[in-house]
C-alpha cells in the first residue's frame, strides 16, 4: 500500500533542534522581530565568540566562553532534575518533550550582560566615562528583549524566565570573581606556554584602550618599515657610487 505524505510524516518521530526552533504566529511582525531576538544567543555563541577567538585570541574572551558552556550545562542539569513542563502552547511550538525551568534563554543572557558589566567596570580600560557606562549598559536591553520574547512567543512561563534571569545573573557574577581573583592572577604564565606562543593566545585587559594601542603601534610600524626601505634604499645608491 501506498504511503502518502502525511502517513510518512506521522510514522517517522522528529525532534527539533531547541536552541534554533523559533516559530510565531503567522502575520504577527512583532512576533517575526522577537524571533530573531530569541536566537541572539546562538549569535553571540556561535558567532561572537568563534570569530573573536579568530581574530583576536584573548584569554579573557576564552574564560568567558567557557563560563557560557558551564552556564548552559548547569542549566540542562536543573532542567532535568525540575523537569518542569513548558506552557500549554508547547504543542503547538513542538516543545512539549522539552523541560522549561528555568529559561535556558534567559539564563544565558542574564549571565552574558551580567559578566559583560562586571568586566567593564572593574576590569576593563575607557579613556573617558560615558564610553565606560554606554559599554557595560548595551548588553541589557537585549537581554530584556530576549526574555520577554520566550513568553511572548510561549516557549516559556513568566516564573520559568525570572528563574533562569535569576540564575544567570548568580552564575555570572560568581564566574566574573572566580575569573578575576582566582584565574586573571595567571594569565601571565599561561601566555608564556608554549601553546598560548603557538596560536597566539594573550591577555590585553591591562591594556587602557586597547583599540588605540594597537591603532599607534601599527602606524609606527608603518613607519618604521618606510624608513628602514629608505635606508636601505639610500645605502644602497651610496654604494654603488
Given at each position: 500500500m501506498?504511503?502518502?505524505?502525511?502517513?510518512?510524516?506521522?510514522?517517522?518521530?522528529?525532534?527539533?533542534?531547541s536552541l534554533t526552533h523559533v516559530r510565531y504566529a503567522k502575520g504577527d511582525l512583532l512576533g517575526h522581530a522577537l524571533s530573531w531576538f530569541s536566537l541572539l544567543p546562538v549569535f553571540i555563541g556561535l558567532g561572537g565568540f568563534t570569530s573573536h577567538f579568530i581574530f583576536r585570541r584573548e584569554l579573557q574572551?576564552?574564560?568567558?566562553?567557557?563560563?557560557?558552556?558551564?552556564?548552559?550545562?548547569?542549566?540542562?542539569?536543573?532542567?532535568?532534575?525540575?523537569?518542569?513542563?513548558?506552557?500549554?502552547?508547547?504543542?503547538?511550538?513542538?516543545?512539549?518533550?522539552?523541560n522549561g525551568w528555568p529559561s535556558s534563554h534567559s539564563q544565558y543572557m542574564c549571565f552574558f550582560?551580567?559578566?559583560?558589566?562586571?568586566?567593564?567596570?572593574?576590569?576593563?580600560?575607557?579613556?573617558?566615562?560615558?564610553?565606560?557606562?554606554?559599554?557595560?549598559?548595551?548588553?541589557?536591553?537585549?537581554?530584556?528583549?530576549?526574555?520577554?520574547?520566550?513568553?511572548?512567543?510561549?516557549y516559556h512561563t513568566t516564573a520559568q524566565i525570572?528563574?533562569?534571569?535569576?540564575?544567570?545573573?548568580?552564575?555570572?557574577?560568581?564566574?566574573?570573581?572566580?575569573?578575576?581573583?582566582?584565574?586573571?592572577?595567571?594569565?601571565?604564565?599561561?601566555?608564556?606556554?608554549?601553546?598560548?606562543?603557538?596560536?597566539?593566545?594573550k591577555d590585553s585587559s591591562h591594556i587602557p584602550d586597547v583599540i588605540g594601542f594597537e591603532y599607534r603601534n601599527s602606524r609606527v610600524a608603518r613607519r618604521n618599515l618606510q624608513n628602514n626601505a629608505t635606508s636601505k634604499s639610500s645605502s644602497e645608491k651610496l654604494s654603488q657610487d
Open positions: 501506498d504511503l502518502d505524505s502525511e502517513d510518512i510524516a506521522e510514522s517517522i518521530a522528529l525532534k527539533a533542534v574572551a576564552i574564560f568567558f566562553g567557557l563560563g557560557l558552556i558551564v552556564n548552559e550545562v548547569i542549566n540542562q542539569i536543573i532542567k532535568e532534575l525540575a523537569h518542569e513542563a513548558r506552557p500549554l502552547t508547547c504543542k503547538a511550538l513542538e516543545m512539549c518533550d522539552s550582560s551580567m559578566y559583560c558589566t562586571l568586566l567593564v567596570t572593574r576590569r576593563l580600560h575607557f579613556t573617558d566615562e560615558f564610553r565606560r557606562v554606554f559599554v557595560a549598559l548595551l548588553p541589557w536591553p537585549f537581554a530584556l528583549t530576549v526574555m520577554y520574547s520566550r513568553v511572548y512567543l510561549g525570572i528563574a533562569g534571569g535569576s540564575l544567570g545573573l548568580l552564575l555570572g557574577s560568581g564566574w566574573f570573581f572566580l575569573m578575576d581573583i582566582i584565574v586573571s592572577p595567571w594569565f601571565p604564565w599561561l601566555e608564556d606556554t608554549s601553546i598560548c606562543q603557538y596560536l597566539r593566545i
